[in-house]
Protein backbone atom coordinates (compact mmCIF):
# COMPACT_ATOMS: atom_id res chain seq x y z
CA UNK A 1 0.00 0.00 0.00
CA UNK A 2 1.03 3.37 -0.87
CA UNK A 3 2.54 5.45 1.97
CA UNK A 4 -0.13 8.63 3.27
CA UNK A 5 0.03 11.72 5.42
CA UNK A 6 -3.24 13.05 7.13
CA UNK A 7 -4.00 16.65 6.75
CA UNK A 8 -6.72 18.42 8.27
CA UNK A 9 -8.09 20.88 6.44
CA UNK A 10 -10.96 23.55 6.46
CA UNK A 11 -14.01 24.04 4.34
CA UNK A 12 -17.20 25.27 4.19
CA UNK A 13 -20.28 23.06 5.47
CA UNK A 14 -22.05 23.20 1.73
CA UNK A 15 -18.98 22.29 0.30
CA UNK A 16 -18.05 19.75 2.63
CA UNK A 17 -21.50 18.22 2.27
CA UNK A 18 -21.09 18.09 -1.32
CA UNK A 19 -17.84 16.23 -1.23
CA UNK A 20 -19.59 13.63 0.99
CA UNK A 21 -22.27 13.57 -1.33
CA UNK A 22 -19.91 12.74 -4.58
CA UNK A 23 -17.82 10.59 -2.54
CA UNK A 24 -21.04 8.49 -1.74
CA UNK A 25 -22.36 8.76 -5.44
CA UNK A 26 -19.06 7.18 -6.86
CA UNK A 27 -18.61 4.79 -3.91
CA UNK A 28 -15.37 5.83 -2.79
CA UNK A 29 -14.66 7.09 0.68
CA UNK A 30 -13.99 11.11 0.97
CA UNK A 31 -10.65 11.02 1.31
CA UNK A 32 -10.14 9.06 -1.38
CA UNK A 33 -12.39 11.47 -3.73
CA UNK A 34 -10.58 14.67 -2.30
CA UNK A 35 -7.12 12.70 -3.20
CA UNK A 36 -8.37 12.14 -6.70
CA UNK A 37 -9.38 15.67 -7.03
CA UNK A 38 -6.83 17.28 -5.80
CA UNK A 39 -4.46 14.87 -8.10
CA UNK A 40 -6.56 15.98 -10.98
CA UNK A 41 -6.49 19.66 -9.60
CA UNK A 42 -2.28 19.46 -9.76
CA UNK A 43 -1.90 17.79 -12.96
CA UNK A 44 -4.33 20.98 -14.28
CA UNK A 45 -2.04 22.95 -12.90
CA UNK A 46 1.06 21.10 -14.49
CA UNK A 47 -0.29 21.33 -17.90
CA UNK A 48 -0.63 24.90 -17.57
CA UNK A 49 2.33 25.45 -16.80
CA UNK A 50 3.83 23.44 -19.43
CA UNK A 51 1.41 24.94 -21.90
CA UNK A 52 2.87 28.29 -21.12
CA UNK A 53 6.66 27.34 -21.07
CA UNK A 54 5.86 25.99 -25.10
CA UNK A 55 4.17 28.90 -25.62
CA UNK A 56 7.10 31.05 -24.40
CA UNK A 57 9.72 28.26 -26.08
CA UNK A 58 8.01 29.39 -30.05
CA UNK A 59 7.95 33.25 -28.97
CA UNK A 60 11.18 32.62 -28.63
CA UNK A 61 12.03 31.28 -31.72
CA UNK A 62 9.96 33.83 -33.28
CA UNK A 63 11.19 37.41 -31.12
CA UNK A 64 11.07 37.34 -27.55
CA UNK A 65 8.09 37.21 -25.43
CA UNK A 66 7.48 40.59 -24.28
CA UNK A 67 6.39 40.53 -20.97
CA UNK A 68 2.69 42.38 -21.92
CA UNK A 69 2.09 39.31 -23.68
CA UNK A 70 2.96 36.82 -20.95
CA UNK A 71 0.42 38.50 -19.18
CA UNK A 72 -2.26 38.01 -21.22
CA UNK A 73 -1.41 34.20 -21.52
CA UNK A 74 -1.38 34.03 -17.47
CA UNK A 75 -4.34 35.94 -17.73
CA UNK A 76 -5.87 33.79 -20.35
CA UNK A 77 -4.47 30.30 -18.73
CA UNK A 78 -5.44 31.71 -14.93
CA UNK A 79 -9.26 31.68 -16.62
CA UNK A 80 -9.44 28.10 -18.16
CA UNK A 81 -8.14 27.08 -14.93
CA UNK A 82 -10.76 29.25 -12.82
CA UNK A 83 -13.24 28.03 -15.20
CA UNK A 84 -12.28 24.29 -14.96
CA UNK A 85 -12.66 24.57 -10.82
CA UNK A 86 -16.24 26.31 -11.65
CA UNK A 87 -17.10 23.57 -13.56
CA UNK A 88 -16.31 20.56 -11.12
CA UNK A 89 -17.97 22.71 -8.07
CA UNK A 90 -21.17 22.55 -9.81
CA UNK A 91 -20.57 19.43 -11.15
CA UNK A 92 -19.77 17.94 -7.21
Do not use: C, H, N
Amino acid sequence: MERADKLSITMPPELISAVRAAAQAEGVSVSAWLTRAAADAADRQRRLEVGLAEAESLYAEVEPIQESDRQRVRAFLDGLAADERARTRAAG
